[in-house]
């Protein structure tokens, strides 16, 4: 079982990218499937996550009102829509799911996640 993300790239400041995440080998209708992110030097940092057990989405307070996670249960896919990109978004964009025990109320961490994608670059020029 594995995550492939693909979508990332290059894009001037105020630009829009989508990053899309397909799970191999496992369907995600019972799981927690989200975007983290990790910038040079940085430790990781969750993006977004969206339960798709419990219908709730999460955002970082840094993310909000601009980026959008979603999914499209019929292509087994989910996705990660970035808007009005800022230069401080720079990273490499990892996607991950887990099957969560109960319902939650935070953003999850990356470290919750047990299934990682190997991760994409997103890159913003000012």
């Known amino acids: 079982v594995q995550l492939v993300e693909s979508g990332g790239g290059s894009v001037q400041a105020g630009g829009s990218l989508r990053l899309s995440c397909a799970p191999s080998?496992?369907?995600?209708?019972?799981?927690?499937v989200g975007w983290f992110r990790q910038a040079p030097g940085k430790d990781h940092e969750g993006v977004a996550c969206?339960?798709?057990?419990?219908?709730?989405?999460f955002y970082a307070d840094s993310v909000k009102g601009r980026f959008t996670v979603s999914s499209d249960n019929a292509k087994n896919t989910f996705y990660l829509q970035m808007n009005t990109l800022k230069a401080d978004d720079k990273a490499v964009y990892s996607c991950?799911?887990?099957?969560?025990?109960?319902?939650?109320?935070?953003?999850?961490?990356?470290?919750?996640?047990?299934?990682w994608g190997r991760g994409v670059q997103v890159t913003v020029s000012s």
């Open positions: 969206l339960s798709i057990t419990y219908t709730r989405t």
């Open positions: 991950g799911s887990f099957c969560p025990a109960h319902a939650f109320s935070r953003l999850p961490k990356p470290l919750d996640y047990n299934l």
């Open positions: 080998g496992f369907t995600f209708d019972d799981y927690a």
